[in-house]
């Protein structure tokens, strides 16, 4: 089994060992009995599996979401549509197992971190593919991502040295933002998933959700050990039984579905390198980047490991790589999926092998599509029923951070009312930046990124500024308590 390796840049050699992850290990959390860090243990099948696929259950629907609305905005047909969703699974799969078994001393976090083509662009996405030429929206999009992701790949470095501003205080509150910040989602898939459907906010849709929503509940309460672990996937098995007698399981869509689809580098035409496009997306990956740094943070804290700069580097690093390399199949700027920290927090189930499965089983569904068809028999009723569990977790764990950030300080109070209030104003008035510069709406306009700047921002002000002091010719932070810790 796995064994302590030293942390990165320490000019140590590791430990002799059977298995060496280069994971770091200092102030690790609870280990197992055979002496494993719940983030390195490896499951046995019966247990493995079924925690794979509940991870692959919640993101499945928010992997294809890009490629679907974005490839319809540029005019694809069926075929292209399917060659498009196949490269985003595909592109998931390996950066999700980059992320989770690493490469290397420098590419990968290794911990049960999820990584896929993120929601967050597609609306600059969309504004670039509405003003370029017929035919040309893809091909301007892929030269955009390929330059995000190696501005990424130039920044990561930097943003892991920036941990140090990322006391709990401030973690303590993206987690928050980000769990308060999903759950529209989860709320307009209960209602159906799409606006524009005759039946969307349906009783029939709204019964789903909440007899998806009781299974859950029933099983963690009267369930025990692996039952309780697994109740997500109870209820999202059991939603999906309930909906085949209404016609809510589209059993169609296997039989439609082409066995195997690989993708080809620019399938869709070379990348073309509009300036207005790039900058754009660059101004996305600093939000995504931003978003990626919390989740590891938060993974960090949910799986009591240290996640210090040189995680968020190694972390950053892989997120830069996938989005070069997804750009060249056809695929988005990746981030990390904040719906997968919530499945770490419900279920309890730390091994970040569990994640490396579910990585591998995205490839494959990458690969043929009649397999990802399966997995996407689930009504988007059912899905939402499971994620108002699944988000609402991500806020707890937030909340929980924050009850040890020391609240009992007013200026830390002052810091986290401004800053959560700063993340619900996206979410309160969705036109509130409507008038701003499009940059400025691409920052803003995320309730996750503009609360974590403001938290950054205000805790410099409150617990930086003016208190650091000499002292023998060594720079000490006077920060009170409960404003974090200091990593020089």
């Known amino acids: 089994m796995a064994q302590p390796a030293q942390p990165e840049g320490d000019g140590k050699a590791p430990a002799p060992a059977v298995h060496t992850d280069h994971g770091d290990r200092t102030g690790d959390g609870d280990r197992t009995d055979h002496g494993v860090h719940p983030v390195d243990e490896k499951l046995r099948a019966s247990r493995l599996i079924p925690a794979a696929l509940q991870h692959i259950a919640a993101m499945y629907a928010g992997v294809v979401a890009p490629p679907l609305i974005i490839g319809q905005a540029c005019g694809l047909d069926s075929g292209g549509m399917t060659l498009l969703i196949a490269a985003s699974l595909f592109i998931a799969g390996l950066a999700t197992l980059l992320q989770t078994l690493g490469l290397g001393r420098f590419v990968g976090n290794r911990l049960p971190f999820v990584n896929a083509a993120s929601s967050a662009g597609i609306a600059p996405m969309l504004a670039i593919a509405g003003q370029a030429e017929p035919g040309h929206g ?159 943070l938060a993974l960090g804290k949910i799986c009591e490991r240290d996640c210090d700069r040189h995680t968020i580097t190694r972390g950053l690093r892989t997120d830069g790589i996938a989005s070069v390399v997804g750009a060249v199949f056809g695929s988005f700027a990746t981030s990390a999926f904040a719906q997968n920290v919530g499945v770490v927090t419900l279920t309890k189930v730390r091994s970040r092998y569990v994640v490396a499965v579910a990585g591998g089983t995205l490839v494959i569904l990458g690969l043929f599509p009649v397999l990802g068809a399966v997995v996407n028999l689930v009504p988007m009723p059912v899905l939402g029923g499971a994620g108002i569990v699944l988000f609402g977790s991500i806020s707890v764990s937030g909340i929980r951070t924050l009850s040890e950030a020391g609240l009992d300080d007013s200026s830390n109070i002052i810091l986290v009312a401004v800053s959560l209030g700063a993340g619900i104003i996206p979410l309160a008035a969705p036109t509130f930046y409507e008038d701003f510069p499009a940059w400025a709406q691409t920052i803003l306009g995320s309730g996750i990124s503009a609360g974590a700047l403001v938290a950054v921002v205000l805790n410099l002000f409150f617990h930086h500024l003016g208190t650091r002091r000499k002292n023998g010719g060594a720079v000490l932070s006077a920060a009170p308590a409960g404003s974090g810790t200091q990593i020089s």
Request: glycine share 10%; hydrophobic share 60%.
């Open 138 to 296: 893809l091909p301007t999009i892929t030269g955009a991502v390929m330059v995000a992701g190696l501005f990424c790949l130039l920044l990561g470095p930097f943003f892991g040295r920036l941990l140090r501003f990322f006391p709990p205080l401030v973690t303590g509150v993206v987690i928050t933002l980000i769990g308060v910040s999903l759950m529209p989602v989860p709320v307009e898939w209960a209602q159906g998933g799409d606006k524009q459907a005759a039946d969307f906010g349906s009783m029939p849709n709204l019964a789903l959700a909440a007899f998806t929503l009781a299974v859950i509940l029933v099983v963690q309460r009267f369930g025990r050990g692996f039952l309780r672990q697994v109740a997500l996937l109870v209820g999202l098995f059991a939603g999906t039984l309930a909906a085949v007698p209404f016609g809510k399981a589209d059993l169609g869509a296997i039989s439609e579905a082409p066995v195997a689809a690989i993708p080809q580098p620019f399938h869709f035409g070379a990348p073309e390198f509009q300036p207005a496009a790039i900058l754009s997306l660059c101004i996305v990956m600093l939000v995504l980047m931003t978003e990626s740094s919390a989740g590891m």
